[in-house]
């Protein structure tokens, strides 16, 4: 993606747009913007906190109705920002802050049951896709995913294997569920596509052939293409998932992608956990908790990298052969998230060995410049950081000298908009990648309410 133009220091304003323009309006989300206005002490970060944490309501929600062989059901189509397409990682990931208010606002109520929904009917459209178009019998409007060699779909905006695809749809209906104990929007379809989640897991981990799914684009980036005729490199079939791509939808260099592994572990648990409340017979909780033990025994064993100096640590990316790659990507999952995830503890043994390397040079996707330091990825190149892995050092925190460095190089590179973005360069915050980011923005907001409820002495 191009870098945005350069754009001169300023005093931030609020950048939301003017409520008759806004797409959604929650009136609980107004009243907690308005109450952490007040009691935030730096007027910079206040007006942050207002501009970016209702971007996704703001800016990227539409709303509707749709009728089903059950009737009228709500409909939610979330876009990322300055794509016209629906994520499933990113649709759930950007609504994740809302989850504490949606039972006290019934129009958040609905936005839930609408994107439970629509979630499920996109993952009963295709499992394989991360991307889908508002329209389901329409073609994808995504320029480069027009002549993809693969099985692509009507309603499908990009066909790139994810296994945090299927796992964030999961981690949203657990969430809404312990939020409110509605189980109003697990119906029927909904239980046949966390089926089909399932199902898919099982039939990537290939134990006895490659699966349906291949991927092969015309590219001039070796981040775009999966090796083999689009089935990805060898593995040994140990009982770990295969994915073709990274949450940040870049090829696998090794596809069992660790970090997503122990994802689909944990999101499997939450199926079991959501059990019969949500009308999931024994069988299938069985099917859910013993996958997710398959998974987490596997990642154990073949899933940990030794460094130079001796330290184990998680790998990013294995093959069951005993290869692996170490490194982390600013997207979440990485390493780095696990415990915002509810992989591990922050205080994990492991987990803090892996956090200590992936923040330091030992990573060749860490940059450390005169705006700052954090991860980047191959996604949009070297020396480029990631807001997103600022706020994730520091949602993935107790310290308060890391919680403070990583807040104020966040408010000292937006480069005067007012707005977080996908990354920016490591001495040049005016360089940086996509201007309208939603999930980068309310991320952001969430980090602004932890810091409140866990550390208040260091905002208020």
């Excluded at 994107?115 to 320029?143: F, S, V, W």
């Excluded at 775009?224 to 490199?233: D, F, I, R, S, V």
């Excluded at 140990?238 to 994802?263: E, K, M, T, W, Y």
């Excluded at 890391?402 to 990354?423: N, Y």
Aim: glycine share 6%; aromatic share 10%.
């Amino acid at each position: 993606m191009a870098l945005a133009g350069s754009v001169k220091a300023e005093t931030v304003k609020s950048g939301r747009p003017p409520v008759v323009e806004r797409k959604f309006v929650s009136p609980a989300i107004e009243q907690v913007i308005s109450q952490t206005k007040k009691k935030l002490k730096d007027k910079q970060l206040a007006t942050l906190f207002e501009t970016c944490f209702p971007n996704t309501l703001d800016t990227t929600v539409t709303t509707s109705v749709i009728m089903t062989e059950s009737g009228a059901k709500p409909d939610t189509f979330i876009i990322t920002g300055d794509i016209d397409a629906m994520w499933l990682r990113d649709s759930s990931a950007q609504v994740w802050p809302y989850l504490t208010y949606a039972a006290k606002d019934k129009a958040l109520t609905t936005l839930f049951h609408g994107l439970i929904g629509r979630q499920a009917r996109c993952i009963l459209l295709d499992p394989y896709a991360n991307a889908y178009m508002r329209d389901p019998t329409a073609k994808t409007n995504i320029e480069w995913s027009q002549s993809d060699d693969t099985d692509m779909k009507p309603g499908v905006a990009e066909r790139k294997w994810e296994i945090d695809s299927l796992c964030y749809p999961i981690r949203l209906a657990h969430g809404y569920w312990k939020a409110t104990s509605d189980t109003t929007p697990f119906d029927d379809a909904w239980r046949q596509a966390m089926r089909t989640v399932v199902a898919t897991f099982k039939t990537q981990q290939r134990k006895t052939d490659q699966g349906p799914y291949r991927f092969l684009r015309e590219a001039t980036s070796s981040s775009e293409m999966m090796p083999l005729n689009g089935y990805g490199a060898p593995t040994k079939k140990v009982g770990l998932i295969h994915s073709g791509f990274r949450p940040s939808d870049d090829a696998c260099v090794l596809p069992f992608l660790i970090p997503s592994n122990l994802f689909a572990a944990r999101s499997l648990r939450h199926l079991a956990e959501m059990g019969a409340s949500v009308g999931f017979d024994a069988a299938f909780r069985s099917e859910c908790s013993n996958l997710a033990d398959e998974i987490g025994m596997a990642a154990a064993q073949y899933g940990k990298h030794r460094m130079p100096d001796g330290t184990v640590v998680w790998a990013y990316e294995a093959d069951g052969f005993g290869n692996t790659l170490f490194m982390d990507d600013a997207n979440t999952p990485g390493l780095l998230g696990l415990p915002y995830l509810g992989v591990c503890e922050m205080d994990d043994t492991l987990y803090q060995a892996t956090r200590a390397a992936i923040w330091s040079d030992a990573n060749p996707y860490f940059f450390k410049g005169t705006a700052g330091e954090g991860i980047g990825g191959p996604h949009i190149g070297m020396d480029m950081i990631w807001p997103m892995s600022l706020i994730m050092r520091a949602l993935t925190s107790a310290d308060e000298v890391e919680i403070t460095q990583s807040l104020t190089t966040l408010k000292a590179t937006t480069a005067g908009t007012g707005f977080i973005h996908e990354s920016f360069h490591k001495d040049d915050p005016a360089k940086f990648t996509r201007a309208w980011f939603a999930w980068a923005n309310t991320l952001f907001g969430e980090l602004v309410l932890d810091i409140v409820k866990r550390k208040p002495k260091l905002v208020v």
